[in-house]
């Protein structure tokens, strides 16, 4: 069996997260053929957004046949802890409970700074969209209260929640969304992930009839302009409303990944969408969306400037 | 004729949203639909009918678009109102109302690089 050993540590960096998520993609493709283990045990502290990918990687990987272990036996007990509660690597699922069930069971972390890694579901069902709505209003009521957000702030940490999670469960073509995230107070920002191994933009254009957009990177430019794959003039904003929101609003950072190319933003870092032809190749199959957003807003910020 | 004309009068309703939709923030389009429909049903026995908005905290682009465009068809022929908006939720609605009447999409170029050397890539990322 071929043997992946995770980084024990990434520190506070978001970029390094990323790395990490791009190393691990790179070692998974140059394994020989056969299972492969992902180990954690010597893992001090973990980002989410590379902890949410490595477990999306996986299941990918084990949806096209290849046995992928994680190893989540930590020496570090704290860290061990932290993905028990995490519910690392399985995922909490509101779907198996009622609202109720859910809301108490995230009740429960308010002493923490996480939620646990949530695995909502997606579809057009009475009963999927309430779910999503329960646990949307209870991720945001969480954060409000936990973080002591209040105004615009809270306003711009909703919209960004609801923006992902609806754009997944519009465009993604699976059963399942997965978001993930973790409050760092003392440092005054919220790192959150959302991803799914869905169809991608790509996939989602292609399949709207949308045949001149044919690369990962038109894709991905096509939905940051705004071109709504229903073809509405009045869809189509969430992508980019999210980003300026976040970036040119908030001051945050935005990495968003799709097949072979990602888009990456924040204040000092001009918006540019990057295709990897590295070898060996990689690319996040599905969407992945990774924020950094500060809970602290300049004096003059109004959300409504970012909203168009 | 006075029973005819009582019998015909509506009396007013308020439809509570926070408690009809069980939450303080609104989030889809489907919570829109359902609104809605709860209006249309309250219209055929009364009029008008107010959706009451206190107690609301967030209201989601989505789901501004959606009663907006809903709200549109049946405000012409039918007596409903809204009510109990914070700021924030006015402006949420107006910004989405400005918006219906211009086109989404944007024409800013953004750059794009192709990443040929891994090493690039890990410089990129350590530098953010």
Known sequence: ?308 | MLFCVISYMKIARTIFVCSFLGTASLHTREQAQRLIQETEIAMLHHQPVWLDFTGIDFMSRSFADEFLKLAALWKRDHQFDWLGFSPTLAKMLDMVAKSRSKQSNSSKEIPFVTVTDESVLYRFFEAV
């Open chain 1, 1 to 308: 069996m071929q043997h992946i050993a995770i980084p024990q540590d990434q520190g506070f960096s978001f970029g390094h997260s990323i790395n990490d998520l791009f190393r691990l993609m790179m070692d998974l493709e140059r394994q020989p053929e056969g299972a492969v283990t992902l180990d954690f045990s010597q893992c001090r502290f973990l980002n989410p957004i590379f902890l949410l990918g490595a477990r999306l990687i996986a299941q990918h990987y084990q949806r096209l046949g290849r046995p992928i272990i994680l190893n989540t036996q930590c020496h570090n007990r704290f860290f061990h802890e932290y993905l028990q509660l995490t519910h690392f690597t399985e995922g909490f699922q509101p779907a198996t409970l009622s609202a109720e069930a859910c809301n108490e069971v995230l009740q429960g972390y308010y002493p923490k700074t996480y939620l646990p890694l949530t695995v909502f579901p997606l579809g057009l069902s009475d009963e999927a969209t309430s779910i999503r709505e329960n646990l949307q209003a209870a991720i945001a009521s969480h954060i409000k209260t936990r973080l002591s957000l209040s105004g615009q702030v809270y306003e711009s940490v909703s919209y960004l929640i609801t923006e992902m999670v609806n754009n997944i469960n519009d465009h993604s073509r699976q059963q399942h969304g997965y978001l993930f995230t973790q409050f760092y107070s003392s440092k005054g920002y919220i790192d959150i992930g959302f991803a799914d191994i869905g169809i991608g933009f790509l996939g989602s254009y292609q399949l709207t009839g949308h045949s001149t957009i044919s690369t990962h990177e038109a894709a991905i430019r096509a939905g940051r302009l705004g071109q709504s794959t229903k073809d509405d003039p009045q869809r189509g904003f969430g992508f980019r409303t999210s980003r300026s929101l976040l970036v040119d609003g908030l001051g945050g950072k935005y990495f968003l990944f799709s097949g072979d190319a990602f888009l990456y933003n924040d204040k000092e870092t001009p918006e540019t969408i990057r295709t990897l032809k590295i070898n060996p190749l990689i690319a996040w199959p599905g969407a992945l969306v990774a924020m950094r957003i500060p809970m602290i807003a300049s004096q003059d910020f109004n959300i409504y400037t970012y909203l168009e």
